[in-house]
């Protein structure tokens, strides 16, 4: 009919159509589905008609147009979900049916983070002069120590960039470690048994805490670690978050039973992986990341079902301990055991009690490589698993064919990220001979420029502090190896002495070259090392990429998609990016982890969520009443003479290449029964 000059007017109790005519239709009932059917309508008018005020005629006709519209969505659906077969339809409807009915509790009142802190001086608002470094005078400080001589059993806490003592924490001994693990192990038996419904309460409880607690979080990171509140932002925030969605998203399809398939001779059974979880898994973070690197195997290991013991880093357990009490919160406001987690602070004794520990099942190592070994010492006594995530020495390549202007502010980012102090932060970076007096001349201002300071006393900070001391004494002998050698240092190469914390400047170091310590040993600060491929030759970057015991990650930018791809195609890295830096952990479902110095094993992805579980084959019967029988001619006791026949028809039946050989295979197997094995066995084979 005619439905441009139709008026659809809902009431709670009426539906009534005025036509221009004069004629009026009205549903007196107005029931649920009247109302339902007439909203539909009014959409699909309005989505699909271009009448300015499109509506339905009668009560009839909106029903039929709102069948209509549900129809053609199911069937849209559908044949989405048929065309990509990667998209889990019904795995989808469900989480999303969960998250709208399964409303999650708010844990900020179980939870006590110490207040946010004002910057120093008034220096936070937006009109703030960036203040440069080196434009106070140097002032004079000792670093604190972490022990105390006249109490041992306690560990000092202290801010990198400011000094200030922040508190204290035990110093855990190796029986207080065992009886941590052992609370754990009690409690992960019953949690074991729990739904990945329940398991994902407990993470979209978490991840409701962080999004509305961004500024309380980021504050903690940069008071403890000295790192910007925008690295803290992108690094620990942004990772965690993306690193709960994805295991809500894929963890219980990455955890289900795995189908494999059977040979023919097997054809009657079933055959399947499932994983089933570990128990304790034993964690040893790092310092750069406190509030990630604490949740990131707490989520990976309580989503597989285990319990989790985590020894922090002594320089950022301050933080630590508050990021665990939000795990400990998120369990037991739904419900369950919160010893399920546990935190161990303390020096190197306290994570070598960890992995000697007999009620911890595998360790998840982050650290050096020196430190990785002693780890594997510990562990192989018990036979215990370990995975080794161990840094690297990152390599970015510029190819002759970019712009400056695109791949600077990546060179910026992958550099000076979090001061540097990145396990996949580019530590080389490879620009081709004629574009690189180019690129030194552009990007030298832009490393001059960064100011440094304390990211909690002004606005204007692009990096922040080292987390250790001994860091800063490191990267000072690494240049001043290198520029003994030949290397030139553009700016920076020496600590910062004007903030009164543990800083080093920004530095741009270049003519690095394969005798020098810097060219192989890892840096882990703000320096950024220019290397010149000569003759802009792929191969001879290729050569030089490799020339390096680390191998975690690495990243190629060049104008050809396929060169780049090419390139890093021959780099012997567990990881890889063309024209992007940093995304790979960004994406969950890739596993991270590299080779050589870099360690092994993975985690993320579900590569790293099944490395938290006992991967059990197993095979069933599949069809019922069918079971496998033992052979006359191998069955006990055996006439070898005729076992040797029929083994070898067997195999001729099988693996035979040819149907005659198959053939002869079947007459093998009748020629060597002995009458304690049936024809219809002979067939049932």
């Known amino acids: 009919g005619d439905l441009a000059p139709l008026n659809v007017k809902i009431t709670p109790n009426t539906m009534s159509c005025e036509h221009s005519s004069g004629g009026t ?41 709102s069948l ?54 008034g220096r936070n608002g937006d009109d703030d002069e960036p203040r440069k470094s080196g434009s106070t005078p140097s002032l004079a400080f000792k670093t604190p120590l972490l022990i105390d001589d006249a109490n041992p059993t306690v560990l000092q806490c202290y801010s990198p960039a400011s000094l200030e003592k922040l508190g204290t924490v ?23 048994t729990t739904t990945f419904a329940q398991r994902r309460r407990v993470l979209r409880t978490l991840q409701k805490y962080v999004v509305s607690h961004i500024d309380e979080i980021c504050h903690l990171c940069a008071r403890d670690s000295g790192k910007t509140q925008v690295d803290a932002l992108l690094g620990e925030i942004l990772t965690t978050c993306e690193k709960i969605r994805t295991l809500l998203h894929h963890g219980e399809t990455w955890l289900e039973p ?13 055959a399947y992986v499932e994983y089933v979880p570990l128990g304790v898994l034993g964690i040893i973070a790092p310092w750069n990341y406190p509030f990630h690197n604490m949740l990131n195997h707490v989520l990976s290991g309580i989503f597989s079902g285990n319990g989790v013991v985590t020894k922090c880093s002594e320089h950022t357990s301050w933080s630590s301990v508050y990021f665990h009490s939000i795990c400990r919160a998120a369990l037991e406001v739904n419900g369950h055991d919160p010893e399920l987690v546990q935190l161990c602070t303390g020096v190197a004794e306290t994570g070598k009690a960890l992995v000697e520990c007999s009620h911890v099942d595998k360790i998840f190592f982050t650290g050096s490589p020196n430190v990785g070994r002693h780890v594997m010492r510990g562990a192989a006594p018990h036979l215990k ?79 922040g502090a080292m987390v250790m001391d001994a860091q800063c004494t490191l990267i000072q002998e690494l240049v001043d190896d290198a520029v003994a050698k030949g290397a030139e240092v553009h700016c920076g190469g020496k600590r910062n002495t004007s903030n009164g914390g543990q800083f080093y400047e920004p530095t741009l170091l270049s003519g ?25 030759s792929d191969e001879t970057c290729v050569q030089m990429v490799n020339d390096c015991p680390f191998g975690l990650g690495s990243s190629v930018y060049s104008a050809s998609t396929s060169r780049a791809l090419a390139i890093g195609s021959h780099f012997n890295t567990g990881m890889f990016t063309a024209n992007d830096f940093g995304v790979n952990y960004l994406i969950q479902s890739l596993p991270f982890g590299g080779v050589k110095e870099s360690g092994f094993g993975r985690f993320a992805g579900p590569e790293g969520l099944r490395s938290c579980c006992l991967e059990r084959s197993m095979v069933v019967d599949r069809i019922p009443g069918v079971k496998t029988s033992i052979p006359g001619p191998i069955d006990y006791p055996m006439n070898t003479k005729q076992g040797m026949g029929f083994g070898k028809g067997l195999i001729k039946l099988f693996y035979g290449d040819s149907l005659l050989v198959k053939v002869k295979g079947i007459l093998d197997l009748i020629r060597n029964d002995d009458l304690r094995v049936s024809p219809k066995e002979v067939l049932q084979l």
Not at 40 to 54: E, K
Not at 80 to 93: E, G, I, P, S, T
Not at 404 to 429: S, T
Not at 519 to 534: N, Q
């Open 25 to 65: 239709c009205i549903n007196e009932d107005g029931g649920f589905a009247t109302r339902f059917f007439g909203a539909l309508a009014q959409l699909a008018l309005q989505l699909f008609v271009a009448d300015a005020d499109p509506t339905a005629s009668s009560p009839q006709e909106a029903r039929a147009i």
């Open 68 to 121: 209509l519209l549900l129809t053609t969505s199911v069937l849209s659906v559908t044949a989405a979900h048929f065309v990509n077969k990667d998209w889990h339809l019904w795995r989808d409807l469900k989480l999303a049916l969960e998250s709208i009915f399964d409303a999650v509790p708010d844990i900020s009142s179980e939870v006590d983070l110490p207040p946010l802190r004002l910057p120093d001086e």
């Open 170 to 192: 035990p110093n855990l001994s190796a029986e207080q470690v065992s009886d941590l693990a052992l609370r754990s192990k009690s409690a992960q038996r019953s949690w074991r």
């Open 258 to 270: 795995s189908r494999r398939d059977v040979n023919p001779m097997m054809m009657h059974k079933r």
């Open 385 to 463: 698993p370990v995975v080794l995530e161990l840094g690297g020495k990152d390599a970015m390549v510029f190819c002759d064919d970019v712009k400056l202007k695109d791949v600077i502010p990546w060179a910026m980012r992958g550099c000076f990220q979090n001061c540097g102090q990145n396990c996949c932060g580019v530590e080389r970076l490879f620009v081709y001979e004629s574009i690189v007096k180019d690129f030194i001349t552009a990007i030298a201002e832009k490393v001059r420029n960064l100011r440094q300071g304390c990211p909690l006393s002004e606005n204007w900070v692009d990096c």
């Open 512 to 536: 690095v070259t394969t005798d020098m310590r810097i060219w192989k040993e890892e840096v882990f600060g703000p320096i950024m090392c220019v290397i010149t491929v000569p003759r802009d």
